[in-house]
Structures are given as C-alpha cells and as structure tokens.
C-alpha cells in the first residue's frame, strides 16, 4: 500500500515545495538535481 507522505500546492509558476519528510528521505539540499521519472502510471522523484 502506498504511504502519503505530504501533500504539495502547485504555483503559479509550475512549482512545488518538497515535504520536510520527503526531503529527509531523499537526503535532498538547496541546490541538488532530482529527477521525475514515470513508471507505470506513477511519478517516482529521485536524487539525480
């Protein structure tokens, strides 16, 4: 089953905040590249 780690608002410029949570996970800083890859019907977000 699928965890919900946050929830995100998209801005006016296509922008999202990354959760606290998700952000600690993936062990992510200002600055650092992450990518998007679709998989199965999902956006899975890792660090590049």
């Known amino acids: 089953m699928d965890t ?3 929830v995100s608002k998209l ?3 296509f922008q ?3 959760p606290k949570d998700v952000r600690e ?3 992510v ?3 650092d590249r992450i990518v998007f890859i679709h998989e199965e ?3 899975i977000i890792k660090k590049a």
């Open 29 to 31: 800083s200002p600055g």
């Open 16 to 18: 999202v905040t990354i």
């Open 41 to 43: 019907g999902k956006i």
């Open 25 to 27: 996970i993936l062990k």
């Open 4 to 6: 919900i780690l946050g």
């Open 11 to 13: 801005s006016s410029k």
